[in-house]
């Protein structure tokens, strides 16, 4: 079974500056899916980005950009600018690219944003 | 709909009774899936469903917990005999195919008392 670890409980960053966020994961497969979704004090759940493991050029969205690191099952999420908005917990998740199309979250790194 | 509609949004329940959460995907997705939220934790895996056929619903945690989607749009999810540990936050989500990203709602927070 997939399994997806976030090793920061929490982070804190101050506004405008640049925050890095860990994911490592753990599978057999070659072909697969990642992914980080925020949820806001709101408690929605966002997409973020998205990266498939096929593809050796990183996922940027905007201010968000990924390190994606396949040898070492690595994805990591980079926030530049950190605008307050950005306070939230954020997700990685891995899903499979064969048949079996369900998410696999990691626990979760809150992020701070100070002014 | 505009987006996945979860409704109620919160429902407080004593022990013992029935409960069924429903969902309603964005118009014609195909893909319904439902997740279940602990507090402080990441969204796990419940079931899913493509069109009216559930797929996979090796989350499900024990014969108390079934969904259905009898007409391959609407869903509903029902514990029966709730025991406190059902207490979580229950979250649908769908995609137009199975191989999209998901579109998520924004939950139904259930209580059992």
């Known amino acids: 079974a997939q399994t997806v670890t976030q090793s920061q409980p929490e982070m804190s960053v101050q506004e405008a500056e640049t925050v890095t966020l860990s994911c490592t994961y753990d599978?057999?497969?070659?072909?697969?899916?990642l992914f980080w979704y925020k949820q806001p004090p709101s408690r929605q759940m966002i997409l973020v980005i998205r990266?498939?493991?096929?593809?050796?050029q990183n996922a940027t969205e905007n201010r968000f950009s990924v390190n994606f690191q396949k040898a070492a099952k690595s994805f990591s999420l980079k926030i530049s600018d950190s605008q307050l908005g950005d306070t939230a917990m954020y997700f990685c998740a891995f899903r499979s690219g064969g048949s079996n199309y369900k998410l696999t979250f990691g626990k979760g790194t809150l992020l701070t944003v100070n002014p | 709909g505009a987006g996945v509609s979860q409704s109620p949004r919160y429902k407080v329940t004593k022990r013992g009774q029935d409960v069924a959460l429903r969902c309603d995907p964005i118009s014609g997705h195909v893909s319904l899936y439902w997740y279940r939220q602990a507090l402080g934790q990441g969204p796990e895996f419940l079931t899913y469903?493509?069109?009216?056929?559930?797929?996979?619903k090796s989350g499900l945690p024990n014969d108390r917990f079934s969904a259905e989607r009898p007409e391959g749009s609407i869903s509903t999810l029902t514990i029966q005999r709730t025991e406190q540990r059902d207490s979580a936050m229950y979250r649908c989500?769908?995609?137009?195919?199975?191989?999209?990203?998901?579109?998520f709602g924004s939950g139904t927070r259930l209580t059992v008392v």
């Open positions: 469903f493509n069109y009216e056929a559930q797929q996979d």
């Open positions: 599978t057999s497969e070659n072909n697969y899916y």
């Open positions: 989500a769908s995609s137009l195919a199975e191989r999209d990203g998901y579109t």
């Open positions: 990266q498939e493991a096929y593809k050796q």
